[in-house]
C-alpha cells in the first residue's frame, strides 16, 4: 500500500493532538506535550464551572435541592463522567450517581428525598415506578400479570 501523503499525514497528527488535548481538558487525561499543566487546570475548572451552570440551567431544582453541595457534587460528577448525552442526560446522571451506591457525597435523608422525588418526575411515565423503586432501596418490581385476550 503505498505511504500516505503528506497532507493526510499532517491532518491525523493534528487530530491525535486534538484528542490528546481534549482528554486532558474533560477526561483527566495527563496534558499533552507543549501545554502548560496549570493554564489547562484553569481551562478544566472554567469547563466544570460552565457545565455546572447550564446544568442549574436545565434542571434548576438541582442547585435548590443541593444547596452548597451543588458545587462540589457537579465536579466529582465531571471528574468520573464526561459529558456525552447532553445537558438533560448529564442532570439525570448527576442524581442518579448521588442516590447510586458509590461512595460520594454524604446526603441527608431529606436531601436525599427530595433527589429521588425530582427524579422520578423526570422520567417517563412508564419507567417512573421502576426508578424509584430502585432509587429508595432496591425494591422488586412487582409482577406483570399477563392480559387474556377472550
Known sequence: MAEPSEPLAARRRLA????????????????????????????RRALVAKRAGVLAKVAPELPEIL??????AVVAHAARRPLTDGYR????????GLLGPEPGLALEQETRRR????LARQEPPTRRAGALRRAVGGMRPRARRKERWT
Open 16 to 43: 491525535a493532538a486534538q484528542d490528546a488535548l481534549l482528554a486532558s481538558l474533560v477526561a483527566g487525561a495527563p496534558p499533552p506535550a507543549g501545554f502548560h499543566p496549570a493554564r489547562l487546570d484553569v481551562q
Open 67 to 72: 444547596g452548597a453541595a451543588y458545587r462540589p
Open 89 to 96: 442526560h448529564d442532570a439525570l446522571a448527576l442524581v442518579r
Open 115 to 118: 433527589l429521588t422525588r425530582w
